[in-house]
């Protein structure tokens, strides 16, 4: 156990000259569907930069906003829509220029066998068929909202849940027939359900930005983060979860 | 003469009160004053007031119909287990509402264990119905009356009952003439606590009943969705329900108090 | 038509083994140490508990009936008046249970609280009550569906001294009017010798005696009897005017007698020397001290000899003597006053 601790303090004093300024912890407000892939992120990024860890706040990310906006400690700040990002920059909270790292496109959720023959968006019009929906006040309610208008569907939701997990919850269960979730949500989700793509998908892409944050306790590590998750080996574990380049 | 009342107490009752009361005034000094009047008498809030106020009280008299029997039995019969059976009905009060309503789903959703017979027969589904909303309230809130009625009534002396039958009562008269009343207290704290814990109502709700608005979304949803856009909003809609459960409550108690004593 | 009951309860170290016999307006009081099985046994006659029990009356049995059906009238040691009903709908309830119309049971009610004197009080809650009040509201309750056998479980204990005096003359006339069988469980002496026909002396679940008041008091039969009734207490064997006391001492006494007996005199026969005395009693020996107990108006002194005695002499006397525990006295008594019978 010291022997593990000396060794970590030695390679933390001699590491390469990009990696002395950075290292310690950093504490990262991740969107609650960025859990997965974010863990991933970073066990590779503490692999990359001895000496440092990796903290995360998974959570609805309008509930993060506040959060920091009310001053909580974090680092970094990886919202589920520009909307949420924005809420940060407002107050100052953000200074940098968010990048987006990754874009998320909706999909159909059928429960597996896809009892209620779903088969594209027209069908959420169905009254017979039980249709989950987020509500319109979290992200991927309001993309489905603007799928919606764009295809001209009325659709005609039993539920308006209020986030991902619970529709998807609703899906694998086969309470509903159908609903509309990430794709990223989809792949989390297993087995369970089984996603459909839809031409429509394109008109609600969802953007996710990331930022250090202006009074981040330890900066270089933030900067060298947000970096990691815009590099290569981020955008490779972002697309093994579902998401797509920006 | 009324003696002075010792530190040692004083000084937690007041903490405590502090402590219960801070939140309270955190929420009223951040209201919007401003816009609560519009917000108030909003179309939203009405249905999604009314729905509670209906919700709460019907989860609370399903509570009362079937936890007040379950009391008694648990209290008075002497039943194999009965230490067992109090511990169980106690699992709502620990488990997270949000599995609770999971666990609804499970029995009584469109593939539940009884659902789906109750589909296929009746064609009956609860989930996404406002009777799912009532059973998601009353599952998290039963709890609540039994363990506070039975409590009362392991404290009542039984021999009240007996007496009733040396007058040639049937147990069913004596339940509802001597045991009844002579529980009331117990039975009104607990329907109290009933009613308020289905009012606040929140994980088992959105699990088992989802959200729609005038049909599922009880006044907890419409809040936890509004704080995802609107903080505002979401401190009018708590205020709202605040006020009008203790208004209710307070109401009630009144009546109750200034009733035959 | 006398109510015959067979009353057989088994319990952890104990049985109930009693045969009662009550006659239609007899009241028959259950008299007994703590423990002995009164309460059992009137649970047991009122349908309270599970028992093997037979009674019997009027050619049918109520063998495994519940209280409910029973026609019993009970008042209970502490009443257990319902709280939450007026005086008046307490008396009431019975009737009701037993299906007459509300009306009707008002009515009944209210002859029955006008009868015990507290027809002002149909209103009040029983908390609102005395001691007293209550007590008469409790019989009331109990004797207003005219049952067949009033069972009444200690119901003058919860009441102070002066109350109960005046209740207890109170429940006396009403039991006398009462036509049906009544049993009264108590442990106190005095309620039973003024309200009860006869007396049954239960001890550790079985009958050890019984017979009317007047026999009982001059005839005890076990220790505790004779505690009841303020008697010095022995078994002895008798030859002629000697009897030699089981548990040692010899007594003189007037009238000859032969074989097993029982010997009683009260504790006021008996006088103290401190020194042993000359002349007439034909009973002296020597005792120590070993208590004192200052009664109303008379002190009563217990001495330890043979055999030991309970004394009770006048305060004068005490002081004269200056007693104290350990002290060793005369012990003197007329033959004359002693009683002996067969055992």
Request: charged share 15%; glycine share 8%; hydrophobic share 50%.
């Amino acid at each position: 156990m010291k022997r593990v601790l000396v060794l970590t303090l030695l390679l933390a004093g001699c590491g390469s000259p990009a990696a002395t300024s950075t290292g310690g912890d950093i504490t990262v407000f991740a969107a609650a569907s960025l859990t997965e892939s974010f863990t991933k992120l970073g066990t590779a990024f503490e692999a990359a930069h001895p000496g440092s860890k990796v903290r995360f706040s998974f959570a609805g990310s309008s509930a993060l906003a506040q959060q920091i906006n009310q001053g909580a400690p974090a680092d970094v700040f990886a919202a589920a829509a520009p909307a949420n990002m924005k809420q940060v920059t407002d107050t100052g909270a953000v200074t940098a220029t968010p990048a987006t790292f990754a874009r998320n496109t909706l999909q159909i959720a059928v429960p597996r066998g896809n009892p209620g023959r779903v088969t594209g968006l027209a069908d959420f019009a169905k009254a017979d068929l039980k249709i989950a929906l987020c509500a319109e006040q979290v992200p991927c309610g309001a993309a489905a909202k603007k799928v919606f208008e764009a295809a001209g569907v009325k659709a005609a939701p039993d539920t308006l849940e209020q986030d991902v997990k619970a529709v998807l919850t609703k899906v694998s269960l086969g309470e509903v027939d159908a609903a509309l979730v990430y794709r990223t949500d989809v792949k989390a989700a297993g087995g369970k359900v089984e996603g459909e793509d839809f031409a429509e998908a394109a008109n609600a892409v969802n953007d996710y930005p990331v930022a250090p944050l202006a009074k981040a306790p330890n900066a270089p590590t933030a900067k060298a983060f947000v970096d990691f998750v815009l590099s290569g080996r981020g955008r490779e574990v972002l697309i093994e979860a579902g998401f797509s380049a920006p | 003469m009324r003696s002075r009342l010792p530190v040692v107490l004083v000084l937690p009752a007041v903490i405590g009160l502090v402590f219960l009361l801070v939140p309270l005034a955190g929420l009223l000094i951040n209201a919007p004053w401003a816009t609560l009047p519009a917000q108030l008498f909003s179309q939203e809030v009405g249905q999604a007031l009314r729905l509670s106020l209906i919700c709460a009280s019907l989860a609370t008299v399903v509570c009362l119909v079937l936890g007040v029997p379950l009391a008694w039995l648990l209290a008075r019969s002497d039943l194999p287990g009965r230490g067992v059976l109090r511990a169980l009905v106690t699992v709502p009060l620990v488990l997270p509402p949000v599995v609770g309503g999971v666990a609804l789903l499970l029995v009584l959703g469109r593939r539940g264990v009884v659902g789906q017979y109750l589909d296929q027969w009746f064609g009956i589904s609860l989930p996404f119905t406002t009777a799912g909303v009532v059973l998601a309230e009353a599952f998290v809130a039963m709890p609540f009356l039994v363990i506070s009625v039975e409590g009362a009534l392991r404290a009542a002396d039984p021999r009240y009952e007996e007496a009733a039958a040396t007058l040639g009562a049937s147990r069913w008269l004596t339940f509802r003439r001597v045991t009844l009343p002579g529980v009331m207290p117990g039975v009104i704290a607990g329907t109290v606590l009933c009613w308020a814990r289905a009012l606040g109502e929140f994980g088992a709700t959105i699990t088992f009943a989802g959200n729609f608005p005038g049909r599922t979304t009880t006044m907890p949803l419409a809040v936890y969705l509004a704080l995802e856009t609107d903080p505002d909003a979401a401190i009018v809609l708590s205020i709202v329900l605040l006020l009008v459960s203790v208004a209710v409550l307070a109401g009630l108690r009144d009546k109750w108090i200034s009733g035959p004593s | 038509m006398t109510l015959q009951a067979e009353l057989r309860v088994e319990r952890a170290g104990f049985t109930l083994d009693l045969d009662l016999a009550i006659e239609p307006g007899e009241v028959v009081a259950l008299l007994g140490p703590n423990g002995a099985g009164k309460t059992t046994a009137l649970r047991a006659l009122a349908g309270l508990l599970a028992s093997t029990s037979r009674i019997r009356h009027n050619g049918s049995t109520w063998d495994g009936l519940p209280a409910e059906k029973r026609p019993i009238g009970v008042v209970f040691q502490d009443y257990l008046l319902f709280a939450h009903m007026s005086a008046l709908d307490n008396v009431a309830f019975g009737l009701r249970a037993r299906g007459t119309r509300k009306a009707e049971a008002n009515a009944v009610a209210l002859r029955w609280l006008d009868q015990i004197g507290l027809a002002d009080f149909a209103h009040a809650r029983p908390r609102r009550l005395s001691g007293g009040q209550a007590q008469r509201v409790a019989l009331a309750r109990a004797l207003a569906t005219s049952p067949e056998l009033l069972l009444l479980d200690e119901p003058l204990a919860a009441l102070d001294a002066s109350t109960r005096l005046r209740v207890r003359s109170e429940l006396g006339r009403h039991l006398q009017d009462y036509p049906g069988h009544t049993l009264l469980v108590t442990h106190d002496p005095l309620d039973a010798m003024v309200l009860a026909d006869r007396l049954v002396i239960l001890e550790h679940g079985r009958v050890v005696q019984q017979g009317s008041p007047r026999d009982v008091v001059r005839q005890p039969r076990t220790d505790y009897v004779a505690h009841l009734v303020g008697l010095n207490f022995y078994r002895g064997v008798a030859r002629g005017t000697e009897v030699l006391l089981d548990d040692g001492g010899t007594l003189s006494i007037a009238e000859p007698a032969d074989g097993p007996v029982h010997v009683v005199f009260p504790p006021s026969a008996v006088s103290l020397y401190p020194a042993k005395p000359a002349g007439s009693p034909r009973n002296t020996w020597q005792a120590v001290v070993s208590g004192i107990e200052q009664h109303a108006h008379t002190t009563r002194v217990d001495l330890d000899g043979s055999p030991s005695v309970l004394a009770d002499i006048t305060t004068a006397t005490v002081a004269e003597l200056r007693l104290q525990p350990g002290d060793a006295l005369w012990v003197s008594l007329k033959a004359t006053e002693i009683h002996t019978y067969p055992r």
